[in-house]
């Protein structure tokens, strides 16, 4: 069994963790229009998916940082994601 003191969240990305709020918040935005101009909707929606839930994993969890921010931009985001009509 694994002990749970060296479990951490999955970023949503490699690097994630190590980024800062900026970086964090630029890189999704342009993750995010990549998928938008492709009409990737599953992967925009699994993308925002990531990120609030990675955010919201380190509001929960003690001695770590979450940004609100990018975790409410996670949400408009997916809620923008899921009104695409295939083209």
Sequence with gaps: MSDATTRSPREPWDGY???SAEE?????????QQAKEHGE???ALALTAAVANYELVLE???DTQHNEDIAAKAHDRHDDAGSWSPS
């Design 17 to 19: 963790a190590k980024q």
């Design 24 to 32: 964090r918040d630029q890189l999704f935005a342009q993750k995010f």
């Design 41 to 43: 909707q599953d992967y």
């Design 60 to 62: 929960l969890q003690p």
